[in-house]
């Protein structure tokens, strides 16, 4: 609900966690400006939507757990923009992130070297 991540961040909370592309999009509507997907995005579509809104707000992040999502990052966004990337770790659950050190690794480094994406850090979903 935009009121109540509004109110949020006027109470200083960083930005708002969202599950879908969607629920970012609906928020970013409504004016929230700083804002985290904590799903990791597996289709072109969503990324391209991601890129766009990125492009009108402080400051947009969304979680990869893999190379082909980090791909389609990628490809969506200009030299220019600034999306989040954050490697969502998976500690225990088994639900989306990756475990593996070496993919945790070369994820970061990856994001880090993709014209138009900004690496953020890790998520880990609890």
Known sequence: CPVIAH???AAGAVGICVAKVSEAAALIGAGVDRVLVTSPVVDAARAGLLAELSRRVTALDVVVDGAR???LLAAA???DDRLGVLVDVDVAMGRTGV??????VRLAADARSAPGLVYRGIQ???
Request: charged share 35%; glycine share 6%.
């Open 99 to 104: 475990r593996e050190a070496e993919t945790i």
């Open 124 to 126: 880990h979903y609890a």
């Open 7 to 9: 109110r949020q961040l």
């Open 69 to 71: 999502g980090l791909e």
């Open 77 to 79: 966004v200009r030299p």
